[in-house]
């Protein structure tokens, strides 16, 4: 994608940044909610990828039932303008609309989006200010390829000017949270995810995982599988995994552990059988290359598509998971990605 000289009349003040979905502790895929606390209002955006959608393509969904009408403008910084529109129930425009990134897929500097600017119309004054808009890079790079809803449901809140970043991974519980059931069944957090606790090594919580018994929360459900970038072994040996769109993928050696750019230290003592939970086919969504290959695969149902160079320029390197060299040759393979 080529560069554009870029000009804005929009305020920074009313900047906030896009968290990335795929570094979210989550259900299946790479499906997500976002409690969005703004200066004046609050919202949940959700996060479903669409593989019928490119990196430069974006699904963008309004729903409100707020009396003052509210819209969502598709924003091209290089005309300081936008390019399309979506608004409120009454307002004569349609609830949805797919945008293309500026520029790309043969767009002009003109032409596409680079954000989108989130609007409310001034009761007492009748007039559109222009509240809110998303970091251009991190908004295509995160949510391209995403269906984005957004659920506006107050427009009474007190929240923060220019939200700060978001800090990696996003997770209910922090690691080595301690929960227990009604049943009196132990389970020890990590990348978001709990891993049962056997009765038997109760005795071994405060020496290997530094936790008091007396120290607990309630038990809650988490996700299926650990985040991100979870590295993890289970008790008394065994291999070594990351985990990337929730699956386990076994690192050999240390040479190739720090060669991930990992070290032991990151390593997180699973329970006996805790690995067990770790998906054998990554979540649909999931681009991996093996450390020393440059070809990039696409999973998606159950197998791993090749992405062509045409497919691979909507992709920001940064969604691209390292893996073992490897790694890959035992998972199924499906037709190439050429989009």
């Known amino acids: 994608m080529s560069a554009c000289i870029t000009t804005t009349n929009l305020s920074s003040m009313g900047e906030y940044p896009c968290p990335d979905p795929r570094r979210m502790a989550g259900g299946k895929g790479y499906n997500r909610f976002i409690g969005a606390n703004l200066a004046r209002d609050a919202m949940i955006i959700s996060l479903k990828w669409n593989p019928n959608l490119s990196g430069c393509e974006m699904r963008v969904n309004l729903t409100t039932t707020l009396a003052e009408p509210k819209d969502i403008l598709a924003w091209n910084f290089f005309k300081a303008d936008l390019v399309d529109r979506i608004g409120s129930p009454g307002l004569g425009f349609p609830s949805s609309m797919i945008i293309r990134r500026s520029p790309s897929m043969g767009l002009s500097c003109g032409q596409g989006a680079d954000t989108i600017v989130l609007r409310r119309r001034s009761q007492a004054f009748n007039n559109w200010q222009a509240w809110y808009l998303f970091t251009p890079k991190d908004f295509w790079d995160f949510w391209g390829g995403f269906d984005v809803t957004i659920d506006w449901f107050s427009d009474t809140n007190i929240g923060a000017w220019a939200g ?176």
């Open 164 to 339: 700060p970043a978001p800090t990696y991974p996003i997770v209910p519980l922090p690691d080595n949270t301690l929960m227990v059931d009604n049943a009196g069944n132990f389970s020890v957090v990590f990348g978001g995810s709990d891993f049962a606790i056997p009765p038997n090594l109760l005795n071994l919580v405060g020496g290997v995982w530094g936790i008091s018994l007396s120290l607990t929360t309630a038990f809650r459900p988490l996700a299926p599988t650990p985040v991100d970038f979870t590295l993890v072994q289970e008790l008394f040996g065994g291999p070594q995994y990351v985990v990337f769109g929730g699956a386990g993928f076994r690192i050999p050696d240390v040479a190739t552990l720090t060669s991930l750019g990992f070290n032991s230290g990151q390593v997180r003592p699973l329970p006996p059988g805790g690995a067990a939970k770790l998906r054998k086919y990554p979540v649909d969504g999931t681009f991996l290359r093996e450390l020393t290959s440059s070809k990039v695969y696409l999973a998606e149902k159950g197998k791993l598509r090749l992405a062509t160079k045409a497919a691979m320029a909507c992709i920001s390197p940064r969604n691209v998971r390292v893996v073992p060299d490897t790694a890959l040759a035992a998972l199924s393979k499906g037709p190439k990605l050429t989009k």
